[in-house]
T-cell receptor
Framework: AQSVSQHNHHVILSEAASLELGCNYS??????LFWYVQYPGQHLQLLLK??????LVKGIKGFEAEFIKSKFSFNLRKPSVQWSDTAEYFC????????????FGTGTSLTVIP | EADIYQTPRYLVIGTGKKITLECSQT?????MYWYQQDPGMELHLIHY???????EKGDLSSESTVSRIRTEHFPLTLESARPSHTSQYLC?????????????FGQGTRLTVV
């Protein structure tokens, strides 16, 4: 099984602050990478995904993530957070062609203070 | 908007009862998954299915069972609930036949066994 590490468990930011959430994975081959967001009381939603090509991917709501293969990382960023970004963020990985099992990190709880 | 539905959203039940958590999707996805989510922990895959009459156990051992008689339906059953089964259960689906695909999630069932 793959492992996914999210180093920030709880992050508290003021509105307009910049955000970076770390994500590292263990698999050495080709991977698909995802960030999911779970707003309070809602289901997990896809924020962005990387399959191939440009390692800098842009998602919804101003989020972006950069895939750095040499570091096995896929960090999530947003230049200026809003109160509405308060949520739980999960990094996930799967290996193409292996049955599409998705492996998730432990999640990062982000609280944005108005 | 994902079309995957879980019922009930919340369930409080006594020890020893049999329960079935329902999951249905209208996207025609062949692959379906059950994850267990506890606070501060990663999502753990407990069951998955590649299609009708296909079920497999995930990485996390679970006393629950699943069935896949119809493409759109993937119920999870606990024959005798125990307090250790208290958790949030998430159902997901993804498209098969593609190397690169994302998972779509239901809103989850929060189970409390007293």
């Amino acid at each position: 099984a793959q492992s996914v590490s999210q180093h920030n468990h709880h992050v508290i930011l003021s509105e307009a602050a910049s955000l970076e959430l770390g994500c590292n994975y263990s698999y050495g081959g080709t991977v698909n990478l995802f960030w999911y967001v779970q707003y309070p009381g809602q289901h997990l939603q896809l924020l962005l995904k990387y399959f191939s090509g440009d390692p800098l991917v842009k998602g919804i709501k101003g989020f972006e993530a950069e895939f750095i293969k040499s570091k096995f990382s896929f960090n999530l960023r947003k230049p200026s957070v809003q109160w509405s970004d308060t949520a739980e963020y999960f990094c996930a990985v799967n290996v193409p062609g292996t049955g599409n099992q998705f492996y998730f990190g432990t999640g990062t709880s982000l609280t944005v203070i108005p | 908007e994902a079309d995957i539905y879980q019922t009930p959203r919340y369930l409080v039940i006594g020890t020893g009862k049999k329960i079935t958590l329902e999951c249905s999707q209208t996207m025609g996805h062949d692959k379906m998954y059950w994850y267990q989510q506890d606070p501060g922990m990663e999502l753990h895959l407990i069951h998955y299915s590649y299609g009708v009459n296909s079920t497999e156990k995930g990485d996390l051992s679970s006393e629950s069972t699943v069935s896949r008689i119809r493409t759109e339906h993937f119920p999870l059953t606990l024959e005798s609930a125990r307090p250790s089964h208290t958790s949030q259960y998430l159902c997901a689906s993804s498209e098969s036949g593609l190397m690169n695909t994302e998972a779509f999630f239901g809103q989850g069932t929060r189970l409390t066994v007293v």
